[in-house]
């Protein structure tokens, strides 16, 4: 993707002159969509970025936030590798892991926990297959290998995704505030280090690849612009960057991403109000002849840039070859322009800051989008339930979590499965667990962009509060089709306003995020994704679980809902309907009922309704015998509510403030019994593991 005209006279006129052919290239890269956010940050205003807890919020490799109570720092990054995903399944996801471990490690941390949030076209679909086996194949192989825990995510399906799947992954790493490191360059005279891998051609225009709609021959024709993993040399990576922290040996950092070598240096001088001189040539490499531009650009993993005072270069060297890793002394920092040569050749000399900053915002056409209308579906309460129970949206992803290590690194408290998960904090004052979860529902803004993205923030912290924790901060990564049509960019900025709103509503400072745009295929643009990924924290390792115990009663916190947009029931039988307006104080009634000392089980109502809710709380031994009042009570996926099965439901009560509604008991048959509208539907225990065994009977 050529340089624009327009991007191109600014550049001249910038230069005073024509651009070379490798600025041209850096140009295209770090102005382009995916690097320089031009139809997206105009919008990101939205966002309330700050809270006393924000150390670092948006703009760096990853934000960082204090755990209230603790000396700890957490950092918090989420990343897309949608494209490449589409082209190279297994690459493209494991690199997409790679990049959101090597942000953590830019920012002096540690890596101890992943979410991935993936979404595909319709199951049934041989092709959507073959992209989550191999996506879920790439994360597994490169998270195991690095020993960093996959604990939570989502996977979801939706024909607007058969063109051009999306692959978001979040990352939560520790930190100290003596150790902490950004990306700002500090002083002149400091020597630019490259540690890592060799650089090869892989991955070259990466970003500007990232920045325009899939074309039909992506899978053959774009491939060079996937980067290839090597999750063994990341591992040594984390360990030696930890090494080069632990020595306080580095000043400045950044991993190489997106546009490679030039956007990792040229955004670490321009942050820090400086420039720089590197000498292409010296860059350590794997293939021979490589030119400038390849050098400038490659996309290839596994490399971090340090800033380093010249009396440590000698000591950062003798750690890399410790771990066996490349080391390059690139050039300086400097008080000039960004400078690169190569074989005595000046092939880049711009301001930094017109570099990483320059790129003029896109000024786009918006059309508002349309409710749909009210059609609901005439079918019986059984066959309804059977198609919700059934459905690969709600079913078990048990074949998707198992391949994944969740235990390594001895953090974990809540294995995957759960409403959220659970991570033990190093070093605090008594016990505080961090509580993770992540992800999206694109029926809800497919229904209402606005509205559904409200409803993705309040889901995920009613996700936290199902375990009894706070929101701490909040990191998205918005993907939408091409912002050029006013359609796809309504409804994209619609998504960013209903996720704003939603979460200063539950208290959630939003302190970083990725922005992918231009998810566009010959199939059609994707629905409005508005991946979330939510932090939480809480006081104390025990927090009920979302299984019946078998002893209690059941009640519902937050009441009975009967609207029936973006739900799940409406997907399975054509349906449409105007989605609801979402309330979120029911968050902090399923906090409080999750506390208490009469709660047995919590688990939070959501995609599939009440109906999916109760079928995964019924286990071998315990099970659940309820009396619902409509089809839409059953079926409706409002957030901000939860089932809780409680020893005194009158104290229940008393403690939170929201509707509770008695639903019936737990009961000790391990069977589903659900009363609603005149029909009784019963599942055995064994019958619901079968229905939601979608994913393993098709792909094991």
Same mark, same amino acid.
């Given at each position: 993707?050529?340089?624009?005209?327009?991007?191109?006279?600014?550049?001249?006129?910038?230069?005073?002159?024509?651009?070379?052919?490798?600025?041209?290239?850096?140009?295209?890269?770090?102005?382009?969509e995916?690097?320089?956010?031009?139809?997206?940050?105009?919008?990101?205003?939205?966002?309330?970025?700050?809270s006393?807890?924000?150390?670092?919020?948006?703009?760096?490799?990853?934000?960082?936030?204090?755990?209230?109570?603790?000396?700890?720092?957490?950092?918090?990054?989420?990343?897309?590798?949608?494209?490449?995903?589409?082209?190279?399944?297994?690459?493209?996801?494991?690199?997409?892991?790679?990049?959101?471990?090597?942000?953590?490690?830019?920012?002096?941390?540690?890596?101890?926990?992943?979410?991935?949030?993936?979404?595909?076209?319709?199951?049934?679909?041989?092709?959507?297959?073959?992209?989550?086996?191999?996506?879920?194949?790439?994360i597994?192989?490169?998270?195991?290998?690095?020993?960093?825990?996959?604990?939570?995510?989502?996977?979801?399906?939706?024909?607007?995704?058969?063109?051009?799947?999306?692959?978001?992954?979040?990352?939560?790493?520790l930190?100290?505030?003596?150790?902490?490191?950004?990306?700002a360059?500090?002083?002149?005279?400091?020597k630019?280090?490259?540690?890592?891998?060799?650089?090869?051609?892989?991955?070259?225009g990466?970003?500007?690849?990232?920045?325009?709609?899939?074309?039909?021959?992506?899978?053959?024709?774009?491939?060079?612009?996937?980067?290839?993993?090597?999750?063994?040399?990341?591992?040594?990576?984390?360990?030696?960057?930890?090494?080069?922290?632990?020595?306080?040996?580095?000043?400045?950092?950044?991993?190489?991403?997106?546009?490679?070598?030039?956007?990792?240096?040229?955004?670490?001088?321009?942050?820090?109000?400086?420039?720089?001189?590197?000498?292409?040539?010296?860059?350590?490499q794997?293939?021979?002849?490589?030119?400038?531009?390849?050098?400038?650009?490659?996309?290839s993993?596994?490399?971090m840039?340090?800033?380093?005072?010249?009396?440590?270069?000698?000591?950062?060297?003798?750690?890399?070859?410790?771990?066996?890793?490349?080391?390059?002394?690139?050039?300086e920092?400097?008080?000039?322009?960004?400078?690169?040569?190569?074989?005595?050749?000046?092939?880049?000399?711009?301001?930094?800051?017109?570099?990483?900053?320059?790129?003029?915002?896109?000024?786009?056409?918006?059309?508002?989008?349309?409710?749909?209308?009210?059609?609901?579906?005439?079918?019986?309460?059984?066959?309804?339930?059977?198609?919700?129970?059934?459905?690969?949206?709600?079913?078990?992803?048990?074949?998707v979590?198992r391949?994944?290590?969740?235990?390594?690194?001895?953090?974990?408290?809540?294995?995957?499965?759960?409403?959220a998960?659970?991570l033990?904090?190093?070093?605090?004052?008594?016990?505080?667990?961090?509580?993770?979860?992540?992800?999206?529902?694109?029926?809800?803004?497919?229904?209402s962009?606005?509205?559904?993205?409200?409803?993705?923030?309040?889901?995920?912290?009613t996700?936290?509060?199902a375990?009894?924790?706070?929101?701490?901060?909040?990191?998205?990564c918005?993907?939408?089709?091409?912002?050029?049509?006013?359609?796809?960019?309504?409804?994209?900025?619609?998504?960013?306003?209903?996720?704003?709103?939603?979460?200063?509503?539950v208290?959630?400072?939003?302190?970083?995020?990725?922005?992918?745009?231009?998810?566009?295929?010959?199939?059609?643009?994707?629905?409005?994704?508005?991946?979330?990924?939510?932090?939480?924290?809480?006081?104390?390792?025990?927090?009920?679980?979302?299984?019946?115990?078998?002893?209690?009663?059941?009640?519902?916190?937050?009441?009975?809902?009967?609207?029936?947009?973006g739900?799940?029931?409406l997907?399975?039988?054509?349906?449409?309907?105007?989605?609801p307006?979402?309330?979120?104080?029911?968050?902090? @009634?399923? +906090?409080? !009922?999750?506390?208490?000392? &009469?709660?047995?089980?919590?688990?939070?109502?959501? #995609? $599939?309704? /009440?109906? %999916?809710?109760?079928?995964?709380?019924?286990?071998?031994?315990?099970?659940v015998?309820?009396?619902?009042?409509?089809?839409g009570?059953?079926?409706?996926?409002?957030?901000?509510?939860?089932?809780?099965?409680?020893?005194?439901?009158? @104290?229940? +009560?008393? !403690?939170?403030?929201?509707? &509770?509604?008695?639903?019936?008991?737990?009961?000790? #048959? $391990?069977? /589903?019994? %659900?009363?609603?509208?005149?029909?009784?539907?019963?599942?055995?225990?064994?019958?619901?593991v079968?229905a939601?065994?979608?994913?393993?009977?098709?792909?094991?």
């Amino acid at each position: 993707m050529p340089l624009a005209d327009s991007d191109r006279r600014l550049v001249e006129a910038e230069l005073g002159r024509n651009p070379t052919r490798a600025e041209a290239a850096l140009f295209e890269n770090l102005w382009s969509e995916h690097c320089a956010y031009r139809s997206s940050r105009p919008l990101l205003s939205a966002f309330t970025t700050d809270s006393d807890d924000v150390v670092v919020g948006p703009g760096d490799d990853a934000a960082v936030v204090s755990v209230p109570g603790t000396d700890q720092l957490v950092t918090f990054g989420v990343e897309s590798h949608n494209h490449p995903s589409y082209v190279d399944p297994y690459d493209g996801a494991a690199t997409g892991v790679g990049g959101i471990v090597r942000d953590t490690l830019s920012m002096g941390a540690y890596p101890v926990a992943l979410a991935d949030a993936l979404y595909f076209g319709g199951f049934d679909r041989d092709h959507s297959r073959y992209l989550l086996d191999g996506v879920v194949e790439g994360i597994s192989d490169y998270g195991n290998a690095i020993g960093v825990p996959t604990v939570t995510g989502s996977t979801q399906f939706h024909d607007g995704y058969e063109g051009n799947p999306l692959v978001n992954v979040a990352c939560v790493g520790l930190v100290t505030e003596d150790r902490l490191v950004t990306a700002a360059a500090k002083e002149p005279g400091n020597k630019l280090v490259l540690v890592g891998n060799a650089t090869g051609r892989d991955g070259l225009g990466g970003a500007s690849f990232a920045s325009e709609d899939l074309a039909e021959d992506a899978e053959t024709e774009d491939r060079p612009a996937v980067q290839v993993g090597d999750p063994y040399t990341e591992k040594l990576l984390v360990e030696a960057n930890e090494a080069l922290v632990d020595e306080g040996l580095v000043m400045a950092a950044r991993d190489l991403g997106a546009a490679g070598l030039g956007g990792a240096s040229s955004e670490m001088v321009a942050q820090g109000g400086l420039g720089a001189r590197i000498d292409l040539g010296a860059v350590h490499q794997r293939e021979p002849n490589m030119n400038a531009l390849e050098i400038l650009l490659a996309e290839s993993q596994e490399r971090m840039c340090y800033e380093v005072r010249p009396e440590d270069v000698e000591r950062v060297r003798e750690i890399a070859e410790r771990f066996d890793l490349g080391c390059s002394v690139i050039g300086e920092v400097t008080d000039g322009n960004y400078v690169c040569e190569f074989e005595g050749e000046t092939v880049v000399d711009a301001p930094a800051e017109f570099l990483a900053d320059g790129a003029p915002m896109n000024d786009l056409e918006r059309e508002e989008p349309s409710e749909p209308e009210t059609d609901l579906p005439d079918v019986s309460v059984e066959e309804a339930f059977d198609a919700v129970l059934s459905s690969p949206n709600t079913a078990s992803k048990r074949w998707v979590y198992r391949q994944y290590d969740h235990e390594v690194g001895n953090r974990t408290l809540r294995r995957p499965g759960e409403d959220a998960a659970a991570l033990t904090l190093p070093d605090a004052d008594g016990e505080v667990a961090l509580a993770f979860s992540a992800g999206a529902n694109p029926n809800w803004t497919d229904a209402s962009p606005y509205r559904g993205a409200y409803a993705t923030a309040v889901e995920n912290a009613t996700n936290l509060a199902a375990v009894g924790a706070e929101p701490l901060a909040a990191v998205n990564c918005l993907n939408g089709g091409n912002p050029e049509k006013s359609d796809v960019y309504g409804g994209f900025a619609a998504a960013v306003d209903g996720l704003a709103d939603g979460c200063r509503a539950v208290d959630a400072p939003v302190v970083g995020g990725n922005v992918s745009l231009y998810n566009d295929s010959a199939a059609g643009p994707v629905p409005p994704t508005p991946t979330l990924a939510m932090l939480g924290v809480r006081r104390g390792y025990d927090a009920p679980g979302m299984a019946a115990v078998g002893d209690g009663d059941l009640v519902l916190v937050g009441g009975h809902d009967e609207t029936l947009g973006g739900s799940e029931y409406l997907a399975q039988f054509d349906g449409s309907a105007p989605f609801p307006d979402v309330a979120d104080d029911g968050v902090a @009634a399923v +906090r409080a !009922a999750a506390t208490h000392d &009469v709660t047995l089980a919590v688990h939070d109502v959501s #995609d $599939g309704g /009440l109906a %999916v809710t109760l079928a995964e709380m019924v286990g071998e031994d315990a099970g659940v015998a309820v009396d619902v009042p409509s089809v839409g009570a059953l079926f409706s996926e409002a957030p901000g509510r939860a089932v809780v099965e409680t020893t005194d439901a009158t @104290a229940l +009560r008393d !403690a939170v403030d929201a509707p &509770v509604v008695d639903l019936g008991g737990a009961t000790g #048959d $391990g069977a /589903l019994s %659900v009363a609603v509208a005149g029909e009784v539907v019963d599942y055995g225990f064994e019958e619901i593991v079968d229905a939601r065994r979608v994913l393993e009977r098709e792909l094991d």
